[in-house]
């Protein structure tokens, strides 16, 4: 079953490339293998950087499954989640993950990408960034 539930997301992952995107596809299956939901990244078409198939999954997973159900469900991909997706599946309560390329088998297959790098600031004024926080988790 692993397997052919990974075929199928490499076969979206064909159907991304097809459609102009980047070769990335994903779907979500039950405990007993039934695909739930498939998805392909768009980022390209849908001119948005966030619209990897893992992240649309983890989303769609957070709205529709109730916490119980995503412990249970299993995203099947045709490469490991990269940084954002992997944060995205983490606050999803999805509970397994297989992939089949791996990043550093990705890695052989591309140019190396720039490192990407932003000036990150802060902490800085506690005392009112503090206000609309404090209580609301307790
Ligand atoms: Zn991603």
Redesign the pocket.
Known sequence: MTEALLRRAIELAATARASGNPPFGSLLAGAGGKVLVEEWNTSLTDRDITA?P??KLARWAARELSPETAALTTMYTSCQ??G??TGAIERSGLGRVVFALSTQQLATLKPPAPAASFELQGPALFDEARLPVAGYYH
């Open positions: 990897h893992e992240l989640p990269c954002m997706c």
